[in-house]
């Protein structure tokens, strides 16, 4: 048996609802408020889309299995098919994302489309400002940016276009500024705006028409009810296997680096292997801990456990970078921070939709070759990422103007990466330079730079308690994001409902994320997990252009209604259908 999601006032049935729009004399028709999407009304699938749930479940578990039984014939195939993916789309990857930021920021200052609201004209915001900054930013970045805060910048240090075209020397002075060049580019507007654009498409059908907060729903004003059937179902399941995907990158990452910081503090031998990565029996404890605890908070739901934890990630966060504005290099990080920031405005259409490496040189393939390992893998990043941020941002986002989302999903978090990037990866290369770290912190691993960082910045003593400090960080929102995760999958299978006992499906998806992370870790590392994302990404990104033009149909029709005195909210459309319909 079966219930229906989005289904409409039981005053007014959707028959007489549609029939009334097509009966009325306007210039445009109002919006489609309703969607039925079929669940299950009892048993183990009650309240969720059988069609969605299963066959999510079933790809993921038959990729665990894989991983796990066939280790060496799924690596030998992930890196053939990465390959592949790489060369072939890595141009689409390019130019969707320059496409997503050019039409975030369009929406942000459009005249009349800024001032929409996503939900009812008159709803105030569910979060305050600084619990949805604190949630959007542990959500979407967290992690990553605890990992690649001294990573990226050194890495860039090391090599970078410019050093590969011998225009500057590696690990001088001058390749500093290049450097922070292209990690601004990683951290800046394509990341944010592609969350954006999701979390937009999503969140305005959602809380301004009254259908399902899922990723199907983002593409009714392009295809209408075709979303109720099997094409809807299909979106959902990539949107559920791209998140799982997706966040098992970020979880990875933040794995490695919180073993390596345990190994910091001095926990034993056992947490590394012979080469310094994380020990099979190190990460297979740490995902057990963590998950566990991310599961308990999925339980808790979104306004209580995930909400206390993002405001103690923020809280952290801030404590840790005042550390380094403190006692590191303080004035060098800021004067990093300008310079980027010009650099970074000045190029950043060049370096959107430059696809390096066409010449077929040895250097031009080297210059391909950087581009792919780091701006696509960026981009296939947040893509595969998207449907996790951008459901989660919808969610908390209700009662916001276009403008003030827009601007502040995209604005305040890629300023706070920047600023993070400069102050702290900017210590780290002036430690570097001059001559004080003598390589121990670029010739480190990535997960363990920043516990470098400390150890040639402070004493042993006060860096042991920082190093606590970023390792009780690296906890709280490697919990946070996999708690938000979890929470996200299961209103996708839910049909947008995030309410309601679905404790059994927390408990899979939470093992689900557990599991993927470790048996990949344990294939072939974090490199393995970056090309399952990456495979994982592609039929996502497709997804995501279609739902950009949906969203950019939604709210210009939306102006157009308003101007002719045509309802564009669910409240709307239910008064004047009860008006038409008064006899149903």
């Keep these: 048996m079966s219930s229906r999601a989005g289904e409409a006032s039981p005053q007014i049935s959707n028959e007489a609802k549609d029939q009334a729009i097509e009966d009325a004399d306007w210039p445009i028709d109002p919006p489609l408020v309703d969607l039925e999407i079929d669940t299950h009304d009892r048993g183990f699938y009650e309240g969720f889309s059988r069609e969605v749930t299963i066959p999510g479940k079933v790809i993921v578990s038959l990729l665990i299995m894989w991983a796990i039984f066939f280790p060496v014939s799924a690596n030998q195939t992930l890196t053939a098919a990465n390959s592949t993916i790489i060369a072939t789309f890595g141009g689409w990857y390019v130019y969707l994302v320059a496409f997503l930021v050019v039409t975030s920021l369009a929406l942000a200052v459009a005249p009349g489309i800024g001032s929409l609201r996503i939900g009812p004209a008159d709803e105030a915001p569910e979060f305050s400002r600084f619990s949805w900054f604190s949630m959007l930013f542990g959500a979407g970045i967290g992690i990553g940016m605890l990992t690649y805060s001294t990573g990226e910048p050194l890495a860039h240090f090391v090599t970078n276009p410019d050093i590969i075209r011998g225009t500057v020397a590696a690990q001088s002075a001058a390749a500093v500024r290049p450097a922070y060049m292209y990690t601004f580019l990683h951290w800046g507007l394509g990341a944010w705006c592609t969350y954006a ?110 909400k206390w934890l993002s405001n103690l990630n923020m809280g952290l966060s801030f404590g840790l970078l005042g550390l380094f504005v403190a006692f590191g290099a303080g004035l060098y990080g800021l004067e990093l921070l300008g310079v980027g920031l010009w650099d970074y405005i000045r190029t950043l259409p060049q370096q959107s939709l430059t696809m390096l490496g066409g010449d077929g040189s040895e250097t031009g393939a080297a210059l391909r070759q950087w581009q792919l390992d780091w701006t696509v893998f960026y981009w296939a990043w947040w893509i595969a990422f998207a449907p996790f941020v951008g ?54 691993a990535m997960s363990d730079q920043l516990y470098a960082t400390l150890a040639v910045l402070f ?23 996999a708690d938000s995760a979890i929470l996200i999958v299961n209103t996708i299978n839910g049909a947008g409902d995030d309410e309601g006992s679905r404790r059994y499906h927390i408990l899979f ?60 909210t669910a409240q709307g459309c239910e008064e004047w259908a009860e008006r038409a319909s008064p006899a149903e």
């Design 509 to 568: 998806w939470g093992a689900a994320i557990g599991f993927v992370v470790g048996s990949m870790l344990i294939l072939g590392g974090i490199d393995a997990i970056r090309i399952t994302m990456i495979i994982g990404a592609l039929p996502f990104s497709f997804v995501v252009a279609v739902m950009c033009v949906a969203i950019l149909k939604a709210v210009t029709y939306d102006v157009i209604r308003k101007r002719h005195g045509v309802p564009t």
């Design 459 to 481: 004493d042993p003593g006060f860096a042991l308690f920082v190093s606590g400090l970023v390792v009780l960080l690296l906890m709280t929102y490697l919990v946070t994001s």
């Design 197 to 306: 654009l999701v979390g937009l498409a999503i969140g305005y059908v959602a809380h301004r028409r009254g259908l399902p907060l899922t990723i199907r729903s983002a593409l009714v004003p392009l295809f209408g009810r075709v979303m109720e059937g099997p094409f809807g179902h299909v979106v959902d399941i990539v949107a559920v296997v791209a998140t799982i995907l997706g966040v098992a990158v970020t979880m990875g990452l933040g794995v490695e680096q919180f073993i390596a910081g345990l190994a910091r503090l001095g926990l034993g031998d056992w947490l590394l292997a012979g080469d310094g990565s994380a020990s099979a029996l190190a990460i297979i404890v740490s995902l057990v801990a963590l998950v566990g605890a991310s599961t308990i908070s999925a339980l808790s739901g979104v306004g209580r456990g995930i």
């Design 391 to 444: 459901m989660f941002i919808a969610r908390i986002s209700r009662g916001r103007t276009i403008r003030e989302y827009i601007l502040g999903v995209t604005i305040v978090p890629s300023v706070m990466c920047f600023i993070w990037m400069a102050l702290v990866g900017g210590t780290a290369i002036e430690l570097e330079l001059s001559g004080i770290a003598e390589g121990r912190i670029v010739d480190a």
